[in-house]
């Protein structure tokens, strides 16, 4: 256990305590029969782009984040209005797959918007991804109806559709889904895309293309619709969508967040030119930085977690607006995941000194929920093994309003420092940071290591 005295940017005391047991629990999810075991149901839709997303992941550009952001949080402000929390944002999962149904009361509700809403009749043929998602959704809870609801952006123009729709058999959608799994698994492991239905994302603004990472050539045979021809019907459903196109036109803008992620708050300076100078940073998805182990050290910390039983895992949303990237919990505890290439595993007594910016995370992701305490779960690169190199902690903080107060403050900071035009008021990145930013120039931040966190 180990404190932490007061700084500018601390709260009074965080103690830091290993979790052996649960250490133990998660490594021990690493010999079950079908680890790793997990596929998203969105990775069954588009299985080239999760073969990529494993093996050639990539970060997305500025102005390419920028747009996800503004549909996240749209998404977020949609479904506010359609149900209360503990419906929200459901994680179910069942023979490998996982997946995220957005409203679950009896029956599932996928929410997609977008630019422009299709003809009703022809949806299925334009958009057969909503229809397939949901009907996994149904297969994943048992359940042969759902509701598909179809919205452009909240505000005075507002559009929406909701469907009623009905499938015929979750048995035959499982065996879809089984049959899905085993291809993408197959080429997975054969580190070989080839056979995998072609990408509907090709000249579509597909980011593995644009980052020159995948080997498609648009050749590649044409996607099962087995999914969509175990829909029934979708009716539409004429008192749902006027109330809730009345709902929608009568939002609240929300915002404007300065903060979209979490990094924004660990990093400001960096954040204040990705919003005020996004020109300069890569247009376009980019290769993820890291080592290839790295990332698959994280798929693997990753899946542990995925292995678990349903409702293990949760996603929460931080009680200001801001950050606007979700919280991921571990039975009700905000975590963070990281990897390291520390020569050895961290003890609990020098970790807040050595690694204080991931304390700082886990500080950032319980204040945004109002809380005081989370989990760091640490892969180590160089160990042995998996389980050798695995540390859990449990990190609690003296005070949760004084971490309410810490997001409360990064956020205004940012804010200020925009609106003046100052960014020099805001923290410097840390020096690792400095060789691979492109807005170096702008900042001069390499000149002095004055304001470095
Ligand atoms: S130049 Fe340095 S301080 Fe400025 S944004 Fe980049 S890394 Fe951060």
């Known amino acids: ?69 503004a549909g996240r949080a749209a998404h977020l402000q949609i479904l506010r209005l359609l149900g209360d929390p503990e ?28 630019r422009e809403i299709p003809e009703v009749a022809t949806l299925h043929a334009v958009r057969p991804g909503y229809f397939e998602q949901l009907a996994m959704y149904c297969a994943l809870v048992g359940k042969r109806s759902a509701r598909l609801i179809v919205t452009t952006a909240p505000g005075p123009d507002a559009q929406a559709v909701v469907l009623a729709c009905e499938f ?74 006027a109330a809730l196109t009345e709902g929608l036109r009568a939002l609240p803008s929300e915002g404007p967040w300065v903060a979209s992620r979490f990094r924004d708050l660990l990093y400001p300076r960096r954040a204040y030119f990705e919003r005020t100078s996004p020109e300069v940073g890569p ?51 905000p975590y963070v995941i990281k990897t390291s290439r520390a020569w050895s595993p961290a003890l609990e007594a020098g970790l807040a000194r050595d690694q204080p910016q991931y304390v700082r995370e886990v500080a950032l992701r319980a204040g945004s929920l109002g809380g005081r305490s989370g989990l ?45 035009q100052r960014p020099e008021e805001l923290p410097a990145c840390p020096g690792w940071m400095h060789e691979a930013c492109p807005y170096r120039e702008r900042c001069g931040c390499g000149t002095s290591v004055a304001g470095r966190t």
């Open 87 to 114: 419906y929200r944002e459901v994680r179910v999962h069942g023979d490998g797959v996982v997946g995220e149904i957005d409203l679950l009361k009896e029956t599932p509700t996928e929410l997609k918007t977008t």
């Open 1 to 69: 256990m180990t404190a932490v005295p007061p700084g500018s940017d601390w709260p009074d005391v965080v103690t830091v305590q290993r979790a052996p047991e649960l250490e133990r629990e998660l490594a021990g999810r690493l010999g079950l029969g079908s680890f790793p075991p997990v596929f998203g149901v969105t990775d069954l839709i588009e299985l080239r782009r999760a073969y990529y997303r494993r093996t050639a992941p990539v970060t997305p550009g500025v102005e390419q984040r920028r747009r996800m952001d």
């Open 168 to 241: 015929a058999s979750t048995d035959r959608i499982w065996a879809e889904m089984r049959q899905r799994s085993e291809r993408l698994r197959e080429s997975l492991a054969r580190r070989d895309p080839s056979g995998l239905p072609r990408c509907a994302w090709r000249d579509r603004g597909c980011e593995y293309q644009s980052a020159k990472v995948c080997a498609c050539t648009g050749e590649e045979p044409e996607p099962s619709r087995g999914l969509v021809r175990e829909l029934e019907r979708a009716v539409p459903q004429e008192a749902e969508t």
């Open 283 to 333: 247009e376009g998805a980019e290769p993820a930085a890291g080592s290839g182990a790295r990332q698959e050290l994280f798929r693997t910390l990753r899946a542990m977690l995925e292995a678990g039983p349903s409702g293990e895992l949760s996603r929460r949303w931080a009680a200001l607006g801001e950050p606007t990237e979700p919280v991921g919990c571990f039975r009700g505890e």
């Open 376 to 420: 760091l779960i640490v892969g180590y690169e160089r160990a042995a093994s998996v389980p050798e190199g695995l540390r859990v902690f449990r990190v609690e903080f003296a005070s949760a309003p004084e971490l309410v107060g810490l997001v409360t403050r990064k956020c205004s900071e940012l804010r200020s420092a925009i609106a003046t």
